[in-house]
C-alpha cells in the first residue's frame, strides 16, 4: 500500500513533468523559424525536430 502511493505520487509528479516539457516543445516550435530537411515519408526541421508527414 505505501509503495503503491509512492509510485501514484511518482507517476503524477513525472505525468506533470510530461505536460509541461510538451508545452515548453510546442511553444520552441511555434517560434522557430524551421529549416526542413526532407525525406520521401516527412520533413523535418533541423532546429526544433518539428517533423511533418508528407502523406495525406
Ligand atoms: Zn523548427
Not at 500500500?1 to 511553444?27: N, P, S, T
Request: include cysteine; glycine fraction near 2%.
Amino acid at each position: 500500500m505505501k509503495e503503491a502511493l509512492r509510485l501514484r505520487a511518482e507517476i503524477a509528479r513525472l505525468e506533470g513533468d510530461l505536460e509541461r516539457l510538451k508545452r515548453q516543445l510546442h511553444l520552441l516550435q511555434n517560434e522557430c523559424e524551421h529549416e526542413f530537411i526532407e525525406t520521401p515519408l516527412a520533413r523535418t526541421c533541423t532546429k526544433c525536430l518539428q517533423t511533418e508527414s508528407l502523406y495525406y
